[in-house]
């Protein structure tokens, strides 16, 4: 049986952000600084979904012939769709394609944005779609059971034992030219999981719409899988796609002895909480490759964190956190949050200033996006401006505000990113960070304490 997984990279589209819902990048707009922000971001190729390289290796693993299309619609059997929102108008159109051309085949959808919105999809003309609720990987123990179901939608639930898995095949896609630059300066790069799920209640968060509880892979495995990526692909580095690495602290510093007995120096980069990684654990982590650590600061406010069930971290202890990691040569990937509907200009200033006092190695400001399928969306529903998935980027107002207009929201945006990068002491404290080759040529360089705050 032929089955194509098809895919699409336009609308700026990074699919395995945002818990699967898929991010963009900024538009540029707002002067020659806004168009630099966007051409370094454009530098990347970031690796296709993780969840498509591991459904690759479950059909291979079934005895199916898996072929993969970037934006051609091929003959096939069975068609497999992982779709972002701002791709889901134009996936949704493929399928009404496919359907009439190919009308025996079969057409599945998954991934998070299936999940959350699977009664929207289910309603499209075509008769021949499925919408798959639950982790794609469930197909290696029940695709027999799906292709014969005549349902429209079917909850395959969640692997229980994440080491029953295969290896994630990255052969039909374009790995040789997978780059993550702001955590790396080795490539290509890839994605890779040491476990799922997130265990806080952040009510605007789709990592917590399938379950609210964390999923481990054995250490060894995960180590396995990266030696199986150095010989069979050539990867320098590894992006782990988990939301709360360092969750379970005995695992990470099992992983990070596993790690460090690899063919060969490897680099990697995790996501999570600045109270979760002690200087022990990172000083492990480090010595066996790590580079790079993106943290969720969002907001100084708790106010606003306590309203959208975030749990606040105390302001001198992430910022005494990202100069700790700048100390150990290790990056910071921060994310910061403007556009709530109760924001000011003074408000998102504010972020903007504390961004500036934080002062990580990457600084990523998002707008407050809304996704279906979160508690966060059902209770601002009635404060949505905009319903048109494509500008769920991150990068572009979608709510209503009570204070400020979308455009006025935009340009504060984009003042963010460039107060943000565009001042001395940004390169100065991480100069090193950003072209470590600096460290060959250069003396110590003094890391300043000084903060200029913006004035709105």
Known sequence: MKVCLWDTRKNDVQKDFAGGMGVGMPTGVGGKRSKFIRHMYKRDFRPTALNFAYLAAVLKQLGQQVQYSLDEIVPADVYIFNPALLTLDLEMQTVETISQRYPNSRILIVGQVAYAMADTIAEVQAQNVTVIKGEPEQLLFKWDDVLQSIDRIIDVGVVANLDTLPMPDWSLFQYKNFRIHYDFWRFPSTFIQQSRGCTFKCNYCPYIMIES?????????????????????????????????????????????????????????????????????????????????????????????????????????????????????????????????????????????????????????????????????????????????????????????????????????GKCFSKFYFRSRYFTENGRLLWPQLNRFLPKLKVGTNFSPVQN
């Open 213 to 413: 509880k964390t999923r481990f892979r054995s250490p060894d495995l995960v180590a396995a899988e990266m030696q199986h990526g150095i010989d069979r692909y050539g990867f320098e580095s590894f992006k782990f796609r988990d939301p709360l690495f360092g969750l379970n602290r005995k695992q990470t510093l099992q992983l990070a002895d596993a790690i460090g007995r690899l063919s060969k120096r490897v680099q990697f980069s995790v996501e999570t909480r600045v109270d979760l990684m002690k200087k022990e654990t990172l000083q492990a982590l480090k010595s066996v490759g790590l580079t790079s650590i993106t943290i969720g600061i969002e907001t100084p406010d708790e106010e606003t964190l306590k309203k959208y069930d975030r749990v606040a971290i105390n302001d001198d202890r992430q910022r005494s956190f990202v100069s700790m990691c700048r100390s150990m040569g290790i990056r910071t990937v921060a994310g910061f949050m403007v556009g709530f509907p109760e924001d000011t200009t003074a408000s998102i200033y504010g972020v903007l200033n504390y961004a500036r006092k934080v002062n990580p190695t990457y600084a990523n400001f998002n707008i407050v996006t809304p996704y279906p399928g979160t508690q966060f969306f059902n209770e601002v529903k009635d404060e949505v401006a905009d319903f048109d998935y494509r500008k769920y980027s991150v990068y572009q107002p979608v709510m209503k505000y009570k204070h400020l207009t979308a455009d006025e929201v935009k340009e504060l945006h």
